[in-house]
């Protein structure tokens, strides 16, 4: 009787035992994720700021056969990163489509060859992307889709539902008709079918090296709606408005685990409409705001005078800052600054260029974001564009190439025009300085 009973007591003692345990595992999983408390990120109960940069190509490097080309050069690359404070890294999920599209070659291969038709392979480099990052404890923001051509995106969808002729993948169209064009896709019931077979397809990925799901995995920060979307036109809007939503929403369902944002502009995406870019992010499951800044291509930057034009370019640059934490603040959310950047000097495209006003123009926005993390206010993080690592552009040659190795700038861009190399010692310094000071602040 005494055995029978000892035996049960000891079962009943490992029972309860491997509760704590599995308990202790989900507690531990769960506070390894990134979460919003107020108008904050947290990590680990602590409040989470970073200093981040774009590398949209990180998922593409693995899928390199030659290894020190790919997966080499992503170590590499990250170990840079790593070592100068920059742990988050804004990436592109995969393009659909391959080969011209408005007379530009796009990044490939493609995650999405054709309509439906998804590569089985592809994703292996995201997977090694994300086990790297793991390892070093870095973070990773995924869109999962693009509002411009360069990777196919909207337009692509558009095509695969003739909602676009062939014809305007083979020229360069004018910016007002891409924009005509793209508007379309918010009411193409079909498009957004397709974009969600290939959200679903994504988030819903379980990690080949890992065996880790996507959805449970630490190493993503957040899953953003796509990269810029905008309405384009006015016709759009209420659409746009039920895109955002249903697909944050959507999203949430396939993993509640992670942070969902937009990877809009700003009111510079939306019509220059504050009140819409404030609606569209007054939504329960879209977790932190987002904006660009981009002062070459909105007009502030003189490039024929980058000295003489950066007083102005500063000061509108703080005060569109200002403006959309007010936003965030309304809102008792987060924001990140997920896209900035100036050309070199005299808008050369060699890399060895000096980089003097490029280094002025982040030492103004880093030092917003240092500030906020001595007041714990709501600017958690701040994503240069973009990284270019040891990637070099050719010389004589302005625009990128089937077969040229990636860099920052996408090919419909000249190639050198953003991005920072890791020869770009003084604008490491500027960064180094910022994080260096982040250090010592006490959260």
Known sequence: MHIFLFKSFMKIKIFLLSIVLVSFQL???????????????????????????NYWYGGLLPLEKNKQKGIERLRKELDFLKAHGVTNLRVLAGSEGKGIINGVQRVGPPLQTEDGVFDPDFL???????????????????????????????????????????????KN????????????????????????AQVKYVVSRTNSI?????SEDPAIMAWEIANEPRPMQPSAVNSYKKFMSNTASYIKELDPNHLVTTGTEGYKSTLESMPLYREINDDKNI?????????????????KDIPGSMDSVIAKTLTYLNQHEAVANELNKPLVVEEFGLPRDQQSFDMTSSTKYRDIYYSKILDQWLNSKRSQGNLA??????????????????????????????????????????????????????????LKVQQ
């Open 287 to 303: 977790d932190y705001l987002t904006i660009h800044i981009w002062p070459k291509n909105w007009g502030w930057l003189n490039v």
């Open 173 to 196: 169209i004018l910016w007002s008709t891409i924009g005509k064009y793209t508007a379309k896709f918010y009411d193409c019931e079909k498009c957004v079918a397709d974009y969600y």
């Open 27 to 53: 507690v531990n999983a769960q506070s390894s994720f990134i979460r919003v408390k107020g108008d904050q990120l947290f990590l680990n109960n602590k409040p989470y700021y970073f200093i981040g940069t």
């Open 210 to 214: 890992t065996h880790k799901k996507y």
């Open 381 to 438: 993080g701040v994503n240069f564009w973009a990284y270019g690592g040891i990637g070099k552009t050719k010389k004589g040659q302005t625009w990128w190439k089937k077969g040229d190795p990636y860099i920052g700038d996408p090919p419909m861009e000249e190639q050198g025009l953003n991005t920072v190399f890791n020869s770009d010692k003084s604008t490491w310094r500027v960064i180094d300085s910022v994080y260096k000071n982040s």
């Open 124 to 170: 292996k480099g995201m997977d090694a992307f994300l086990n790297e990052l793991d390892k070093r404890k870095m973070t990773a923001v995924i869109y999962l889709t693009n509002n411009w051509n360069w990777s196919g995106g909207y337009m692509q969808y558009l095509r695969w539902n003739n909602e676009i002729p062939d014809s305007v993948f083979l």
